[in-house]
């Protein structure tokens, strides 16, 4: 069975520095896609940035990236600059690439403050 | 407009009643989907339908029917409600089982208190 580890329940880091957020999943499968996402205040879960297994190249969305090691199976997500707006609980997720399976796995979140 | 709306968002109900919570979404995708986010705030899929049609079901008590009347509405009726099932719970679409939760759009929750 799948797993999705987020080992930091919290964070705090000041306006404008850089953080990082661990995920790590566990899988046999070797097509999957792997996402975060974030849940503000007011609690709509919004993806902010999503991975395919099979592509080498780590995705990038504005000011976040991820760092996607396949081998070692972590999907870790760097905000840099980060802003007030960004204070939320972030969710790795995990889905197999089958047509026959639609679940998505969720980490436990973490809760990332930004401090102005 | 809102893309996935869950009514009520905020329901406190005694134990042993009978709840629904209702989910509409707008954006025209075909599958549906029920999250359950617990107070550790993890989520477990509980149903996914596509085009009104039960795909996935997981572990859930008897007590927890989903009910689709057509495909862009998603309900989840829960009888003889139990302490345990106190938590939020998320309402999803994707654009179709194919792209299944590649790209899904979750509403803003609904939190169910059971006394």
């Known amino acids: 069975a799948q797993t999705v580890t987020q080992s930091q329940p919290e964070m705090s880091v000041q306006e404008a520095e850089t953080v990082t957020l661990s995920c790590t999943y566990d899988t046999s499968e070797n097509n999957y896609y792997l996402f975060w996402y974030k849940q503000p205040p007011s609690r709509q879960m919004i993806l902010v940035i999503r991975q395919e297994a099979y592509k080498q190249q780590n995705a990038t969305e504005n000011r976040f990236s991820v760092n996607f090691q396949k081998a070692a199976k972590s999907f870790s997500l760097k905000i840099s600059d980060s802003q007030l707006g960004d204070t939320a609980m972030y969710f790795c997720a995990f889905m197999k690439h089958d047509l026959r399976d639609d679940k998505i796995i969720f980490g436990k979140g973490t809760r990332l403050h930004i401090l102005p | 407009d809102t893309a996935v709306s869950q009514t009520p968002k905020y329901l406190v109900t005694q134990m042993g009643n009978d709840k629904s919570i209702k989910c509409e979404q707008n954006?025209?995708?075909?599958?549906m989907y029920w999250y359950k986010q617990d107070s550790k705030k993890f989520l477990k899929i509980m149903f996914s339908?596509?085009?009104?049609?039960?795909?996935i079901n997981e572990t859930v008590p008897n007590r927890f029917s989903p009910k689709s009347p057509d495909k862009a509405h998603l309900n989840l009726h829960i009888n003889s409600l139990e302490l345990g099932d106190s938590a939020v719970y998320f309402c999803?679409?994707?654009?179709?089982?194919?792209?299944?939760?590649?790209?899904?759009?979750f509403g803003a929750g609904s939190r169910l208190t059971v006394l």
């Open positions: 339908y596509n085009n009104k049609e039960l795909i």
């Open positions: 999803a679409s994707s654009p179709d089982v194919w792209a299944g939760a590649n790209v899904l759009t």
């Open positions: 954006l025209g995708h075909d599958t």
